[in-house]
């Protein structure tokens, strides 16, 4: 395959990098199959306790230096990646989507999406923004300044391969941080990928080695970044219950986390929406990346007024969904990550006709020519109660909860009575109905959309969520704080040394 030999990607390959220079690693042996077609791509010698080591500590002597290059310097640097990405972007997105069974477009979309953060990154380069402040004591000036926070641990999880890294990456960098990559053991050669464009671009700027570290391994080295008292930032994104585990190492140093997790995703639609919109915004929202994205929209919350026409045009369009190789752009849907997870699809199908769940468009998995990886499995739609236990799941897979209701009090309190809040939407061309889902009273998530589905967030907001999301925020906005510590300064250029708050103290 052209696009491996583009990216350098060998049949045996270092999951151990600082930068320019790759370490001959001495931990396990982790092959990669793809999804597609389960064909062997190739294998990844892990991190020992050795190898973290080195890395660790490499990475702690990099940002000594790295901290003291101007941030318009970093960002200089930032932009040369993002030029490189541009000129990698075909074989990337291709690997991307062989590797972990997205489709090209979606594939070809995430190194977009890298690219576009290496732009905002580069601007923010010369915007890390302080405060001045009116001190109450004259002759004194106090004002705010952030300043780099360190080595920052970067845990990322297979249905981003690439994108979720470069959003923590290009801020920290030109924030002054150096940055340790610990991606999903599933999707390993696509970071491996990564470190082989950026050492590129890292030679001839000569960037000290360390900034940008590579360590593949399983859940261990994750565990190790946790708890490891040098790294003061853990950036990790997953399952609530590998950021409750992550969360809790962490706070137990008193470090601090960026924690991205699951998705329990919901469009309302209204009565007065438009259904051709509403409609397609829920497809691709439920079926994109075969519903593997913490974006992916898991629930329709749909009027009674409107229920059965949305019913039917959902599973007219669902009988016209093309499943299959994900590299041919004819296709709608690709298979899921592996076969654990088409297992776990078909426990919640299980689980939801159990407690009673109506399914309008029926789920199975897919055999014969094209299908032989096992992964390849029906989107399926549903009909729910919001009481039933599968609802508040989180399930990663293509299934579609249809719920319905009456009035938009009813419906934002079905939307609202799960245990996750990363993205929601409604469909409404109603003002009142619009404002009262984004008010004080409406969605309780970190992303809230009206007219737009779920899935598909773009670069330029902080992206994150509240209650079992983990209430992290990474890319826009000013999500670049959490990788800088602040400092408040007052100087004195007076010829007295009054107190604050008035207090005396004369000899």
């Known amino acids: 395959m052209n696009f491996l030999s583009a990216l350098r990607i060998q049949q ?32 990844i010698i892990g991190a020992s306790n050795e190898d973290y080591e080195k890395v660790i500590n490499k990475a702690q002597e990099a940002f000594l230096q790295w901290r003291l290059w101007p941030a318009p310097k970093r960002g200089e640097v930032v932009r040369q990646v993002g030029e490189a990405l541009r000129k990698y972007k075909e074989p990337l997105g291709q690997l991307v989507s ?37 001190s109450e004591r004259p002759g004194h000036r106090m004002y705010e300044q952030y300043h780099p926070l360190g080595v920052v641990g970067i845990i990322s999880a297979f249905n981003f391969p690439v994108a979720v890294w470069s959003w923590n990456t290009m801020l920290a960098w030109v924030c002054g941080d150096s940055c340790v990559w610990k991606p999903s053991s ?22 000290p080695e360390g900034v940008s570290c ?7 080295i994750g565990d190790q970044m946790s708890k490891d008292e040098r790294i003061p930032l853990i950036s990790a994104t997953g399952s609530t219950r590998m950021g409750k585990s992550v ?38 929202g439920a079926v994109g990346t075969a519903g593997q ?71 199975g998995v897919l055999t014969g020519e094209g299908f032989e990886s096992g992964c390849y499995v029906k989107p399926c739609i549903a009909e729910v109660l919001p009481s039933y236990s599968i609802v508040q799941e989180e399930t990663f897979a293509p299934i579609l909860y249809l719920l319905k209701y009456k009035t938009l009090e009813e419906a934002i309190s079905i939307h609202n009575g ?9 469909m409404t061309l109603n003002l009142r109905e619009a404002e009262q889902f984004l008010s004080h009273a409406g969605s309780d998530c970190g992303i809230a959309n009206v007219n737009i589905g779920t899935s598909g967030a773009e670069i330029g907001g902080a992206f994150g969520g509240e209650k079992e999301t983990g209430g992290g925020r990474e890319s826009g906005s000013d999500a670049w704080k959490a990788y800088m510590r602040r400092q408040t300064n007052t100087i004195n250029y007076s010829t007295a040394l009054p107190l604050a708050q008035g207090i005396k103290f004369d000899l």
């Open 214 to 220: 590579l360590l593949v391994g399983r859940r261990e």
């Open 247 to 284: 969360g809790t190492h962490v706070a137990a140093r008193l470090g601090r986390s960026i924690l991205e997790l699951g998705g329990n995703n919901a469009i309302i639609i209204s009565k007065e929406a438009d259904l051709d919109i509403a409609v397609l915004g829920s497809l691709f």
């Open 12 to 43: 045996e390959n270092s999951g151990v990098s600082t930068g320019t220079e790759w370490l001959n690693p001495s931990g396990e042996k982790i092959d990669s199959y793809s999804p597609v077609d389960a064909k062997f791509i190739g294998s």
């Open 98 to 134: 062989y590797e972990m069974g997205k489709s090209l477009q979606e594939g070809m979309g995430e190194v977009q999406e890298m690219i576009d953060i290496c732009d905002f990154a580069v601007g923010l380069s010369r915007q890390l923004y302080g405060l001045t402040i009116h």
């Open 418 to 426: 799960v245990p996750q809040g990363l993205s929601s939407s409604i």
């Open 293 to 363: 994205r913490c974006t992916s929209t898991r629930r329709l919350i749909i009027h009674e007024d409107v229920y059965e026409n949305v019913k039917q045009k959902l599973a007219n369009a669902y009988s016209q969904l093309k499943i299959g190789d994900p590299l041919d752009q004819h296709n709608h849907v690709g298979p899921l990550i592996d076969t654990d997870a088409v297992k776990s699809y078909l426990a919640a199908i299980e689980k939801c006709k159990v407690e009673g769940g109506l399914f309008v468009v029926e789920g």
């Open 186 to 207: 599933k999707v390993a050669l696509c970071a491996v990928a990564c470190q082989n464009i950026i050492a590129e671009v890292f030679a001839k700027n000569n960037v």
